[in-house]
Each structure stands twice: as structure tokens, then as C-alpha cells.
């Protein structure tokens, strides 16, 4: 599963776009940026109602596959240009982060 395939199977809207191949292992929920910091995994999608720049560098730092900006939460200015220069994707979608993280655990263990 890629960030892409995400993007086509959750109808996920794209407000920042670095690389839409990478692998996407698991998901996490959160939006207190220490915890998730401590938590995420590389190649989670991270759903969180955080749009600013911190999350941004959060999001680098566990190297999350993307960000999934859930309940239609908004991007910052600061943050969609910090995802920009660093290459991250920032998804959205109007969808609560229960429903989202039920999908992607669905497409990622279909056998369940």
C-alpha cells in the first residue's frame, strides 16, 4: 500500500504533495505532537486535526508516511510551506480519524 493507493481508495484531497510511493506500514492517531513523537512509527499515516508547522516536524522526524488532516481540519500557511520544503504529504479528508484509521487498517490487512 502507498500513500497514493490511500489517496485513491479513501478519496483523500491532496494539500501538499511529497512522495506519493512511499510504503504506508500502519497508522497512528494522535494530535498531542510529543506523544505522537514518542509513538509513531516510520511509515505510519498519521491522522491528526494538527495543521500547523510543528506537525510538520513531527512528521519528519518519525517519518510518517503522510499526514491525514481529519474533520476537514485546516493546513497553516507556515505549515504548507515547511511541507513543501521537506517533502511531506498533507492529506485531508472530511472523515472522523475512527473512520479513517478502520479503512487503512482494512486495506492493510484485507485477510481481517
Sequence with gaps: MTVQNLIEKLDLKILSEGDLSLPVKGCYCGDLLSWV??????GDAWLTVMGN???IGVAALTESACIILVDDAALDADALKKAGEN???VLQTDKDAFSIAVWINRLLNPEN
Design 37 to 42: 513523537m514518542s509513538r509513531a512509527q516510520e
Design 53 to 55: 508547522i510543528n506537525a
Design 87 to 89: 517533502g511531506i504529504t
